[in-house]
């Protein structure tokens, strides 16, 4: 039987056997509402996100539901135990004002599940880490094209820069563009949330306008901290994944390109260099 045509049926075979990422392990999978993949992270850095709000660290490992459980948690227990204010008045020395605001009801609930987030990233870090050296050795190819009723999502590369920018006009737009939807919309809402209650965008009108001391009344500081963990995240999350999708991009392309061109015969002679 020709060998051409018996590699052919074979890369049918396997695209077939990929499409619904059926292998043991895989690095990725591209599906409408974006692409899911893992690769080596360093489990302090993901410890830290969580530290700084709990369930960031687990939107960057894209444990959606446990990270949306964990956020929602803060947000709710955050305010009812009165945590920013509390740390708003330790900036400014009032000491026995933070312990007057504190209710420990709600504190007493906030601690355990606060460490929790930050020890459950770090060791789902490290094992992710694992999976992916595994998964990377097995080199089983992905799918790398989703389309649907809704949505069409490919691998592309894209410009980590345009990523940072957009998402710091508006945090979730990076996500947007990287066709990061269940990231993307969740950021959104919550910030148009945090603006809201926080008033920060009335208070940035009367600036402009020079009422300064109407601008800084207006600020609700409770809503208002949760701002700059937000930005940092949309920034981080979607510069890191910007890099490490043209990775596997590239990867991928190269992959295809070896299969369905490279000459089965083809070998690298180790040698020594030609100078």
Do not use: C
Request: glycine share 4%; proline share 3%.
């Amino acid at each position: 039987m020709d060998m051409d045509y018996i590699y052919s049926l074979k890369g049918i075979l396997m695209d077939n056997y990929t499409n619904v990422n059926s292998a043991r392990r895989y690095k990725a999978h591209v599906s409408i509402v974006g692409t899911t993949q893992i690769h080596l992270r360093n489990p302090y850095i993901i410890a830290w996100w969580s530290a700084a709000f709990p369930g960031f660290g687990h939107l960057l490992l894209s444990k959606y539901i446990r990270g949306y459980v964990l956020f929602i948690w803060e947000v709710i227990v955050n305010l009812n135990a009165n945590v920013n204010l509390a740390m708003i008045f330790s900036f400014q020395g009032n000491i026995d004002m933070t312990k007057d605001i504190l209710n420990t009801r709600w504190l007493l609930m906030y601690i355990p599940v606060y460490l929790f987030g930050i020890w459950d990233a770090y060791r789902t870090t490290v094992d992710m880490n694992k999976v992916y050296l595994l998964a990377d050795r097995e080199d089983h190819p992905f799918n790398s094209f989703s389309i649907g009723a809704l949505e069409i999502n490919y691998l592309d590369k894209r410009n980590p820069i345009l990523a940072i920018l957009w998402s710091i006009f508006v945090p979730g737009l990076g996500q947007l563009y990287l066709h990061r939807i269940l990231t993307s919309f969740f950021v959104i809402i919550w910030l148009v949330i945090f603006f809201y209650y926080s008033h920060v965008l009335e208070a940035a009108s009367l600036l402009f306008l020079g009422k300064i001391h109407e601008a800084t009344n207006i600020l609700n500081p409770e809503w208002l901290l949760f701002l700059p963990s937000v930005y940092g995240f949309a920034i981080f999350d979607s510069y890191m994944n910007t890099i490490e999708n043209n990775k596997l991009y590239e990867k991928e392309q190269r992959n295809h390109l070896k299969k369905n061109y490279q000459s089965q015969s083809f070998k690298i002679l180790k040698g020594q260099k030609v100078k």
